[in-house]
């Protein structure tokens, strides 16, 4: 199959009696895990799994494994965390597993050209969007806070350039209307690991040839850092509703209300065009926020240094006056 017609989302469909590829598997969050999950259970050979260091993480900011290490330390697999794929070090231990072909989802780090030509069938990205739109880190959440209405998850080979190499196949998926990055992340998380064995199948039967990505339609997707999740509230509510969302779970939506950084759950959209950009006012209806055209109503809100909670029980603390505003 070409690169630009969808592949079967399915493991299980390597032919009898060929040979299993023996894989180093490249991830480290939890939307890699399913890929890995797919790949134990696939016939191939998941000889070692390459993923970061652990890192501290949580509030209390202990040192743990990422989620991709501990699959792997579940399956027995042996993991490396090189501080960079660039080591030396690393390089010969690669040569030494003398993988076939090494399947990557959302790993965290750049792989070095040194390392690209090593494994026989190269390294094959699963990558979360329908490319050659939204390369870069944050595809799903720059789908949905442009109000795409389609997105999906491509397997290309992996070359110097940012997510430019052939692609092997497309999986699509629907964005609903009130998806948040992270509920969209998790499907395709699922759909995308059937779609890499796919590609891996077909890399072993040799039936499968990566195509050129198009020239046209090619949008960056960069990592989106707390700064960038602030709300405009000057905004339209539609496009401040879409924010939000795709800055959901992570790094997560927020204002400020009385000097206070203030985190926001999903919002919706309503018409209230009496507000203000970012005046407040609590009644029956809920909290709305006035935006640059009608209003959101606030779901569940986050005070400084406290839990999540409906917005409704935060305002009967907060008790804003009128005229009150966030984000000032």
Partial sequence: MGGHGPLPARAGSRREGEPPLRLLFAGTPAPAVPSLEALLGSGHEVVA??????????RGRKVSRSPVAERADA???PVLQPRSPREPEFLAELAGLAVDCAPVVAYGALVPPAALDIPRHGWVNLHFSLLPAWRGAA???HAIMAGDELTGAATFRLEAGLDTGPVFGLVTEPIGPRDTAGDLLDRLAVSGAGLL???LDGIEAGTLVAEPQPADGVSLAPRIETADARVDWALPAHVVDRRVRGVTPAPGAWTTWRGERLRLGPVEPVPAD???PGEIRSSADGVLVGTGRGAVRLGQVQPAGKRMLPAADWARGARPAAGERVGT
């Avoid at 799994?49 to 949580?58: E, I």
């Fill in 49 to 58: 799994v390459l993923t970061r260091p652990d890192a501290p993480a949580g």
């Fill in 75 to 77: 399956a027995g697999i």
């Fill in 139 to 141: 595809p799903v959440q």
């Fill in 197 to 199: 064995v796919a590609t």
């Fill in 274 to 276: 009496e507000l203000h």
